[in-house]
């Protein structure tokens, strides 16, 4: 991978993105997004990630200078790769927290927005303004922003193209916690450390249940929950949850992650 690179301590990886000088998201770092996404769900001593772009800046958008001469016909083939590497980041099956720094506007917000929470610094500046530059958002954008803050607060936030500060998109619920600038990343690894011995298979479940039940009708989701919650009990973990808790009450149980 040439723009991202990955960091693994105690279960825990930092998925940094790293292309000067403002994290442009090309069709490069989006392969390597990608490829990132898929080795992190597949290994075994990582429990749980954290993104960020660095003290400086998460990622201030997709790359304009490799769009501005596509035609139609070029984007049509170009877009998928555009929105499959957010959605790959959004498949992990494991908890993800973005750890946001400076700008995240633009595809950098969409980036965030596949994270499962958001810790922004207190100077952290997020937004869509696509429509500035006469086009929409297209990795996720105009889906994930309006499922998270609502339809209306999604249509003024894209409509306009204005940014947000870290105040306000807390408020909002565009981000799950406002921290001074030095300690973002901190407090991000801090919080999914917590999952390094958790019971891995139902942390998997729990996700799968709220990202595809959030797709669907009620009915349809409590279904896959129920799938999910039976095929749970498969697992060693439920048996040594179960057995702990029988035995030790609640808090006290050790996993294997299998």
């Given at each position: 991978m040439e723009f991202v690179s990955i960091d693994v301590t105690d279960g825990v990886a930092v998925?940094?993105?790293?292309?000067?000088?403002?994290?442009?998201?090309?069709?490069?770092v989006q392969a390597d997004l990608r490829e990132a996404a898929a080795e992190l769900g597949e290994r075994d001593d990582v429990r749980a990630v954290v993104i960020w772009g660095g003290e400086r800046v998460f990622a201030a958008g997709n790359d304009v200078k490799?769009?501005?001469?596509?035609?139609?016909?070029?984007?049509?083939?170009v877009s998928a790769s555009v929105s499959s590497a957010t959605t790959a980041i959004a498949r992990i099956p494991k908890p993800v927290v973005a750890a946001v720094n400076g700008y995240a506007l633009g595809g950098g917000c969409e980036l965030a927005l596949a994270a499962d929470l958001?810790?922004?610094?207190?100077?952290?500046?997020?937004?869509?303004?696509?429509?500035?530059?006469?086009?929409?958002?297209?990795?996720?954008?105009?889906?994930?922003?309006?499922?998270?803050?609502?339809a209306s607060?999604?249509?003024?936030?894209?409509?306009?193209?204005?940014f947000v500060k870290a105040d306000e998109a807390l408020r909002i619920g565009l981000v799950?916690?406002?921290?001074?600038p030095e300690r973002v990343l901190e407090e991000s690894v801090a919080y999914v450390s917590q999952f390094s011995g958790a019971a891995a298979l139902a942390l998997r479940a729990?996700?799968?249940?709220?990202?595809?039940?959030?797709?669907?009708?009620?009915?349809?989701?409590?279904?896959?929950?129920?799938?999910?919650?039976?095929g749970v009990f498969a697992t060693?973990?439920?048996?040594?949850?179960?057995?702990?808790?029988?035995?030790?009450?609640p808090g006290k149980a050790t996993f294997v992650g299998r």
């Open positions: 998925l940094r993105l790293d292309r000067p000088k403002m994290n442009a998201i090309s069709v490069q490799e769009m501005a001469d596509l035609s139609y016909a070029d984007m049509v083939k958001r810790f922004a610094a207190e100077d952290a500046v997020l937004g869509q303004p696509e429509v500035l530059l006469g086009i929409i958002p297209g990795a996720g954008g105009t889906q994930r922003l309006s499922r998270l803050v609502g607060r999604a249509k003024d936030i894209v409509f306009t193209g204005r799950d916690r406002v921290l001074p729990a996700k799968e249940c709220i990202d595809r039940g959030s797709e669907v009708d009620l009915d349809t989701g409590l279904e896959i929950e129920r799938q999910q919650f039976a060693e973990d439920r048996t040594r949850g179960i057995t702990s808790f029988v035995e030790n009450g």
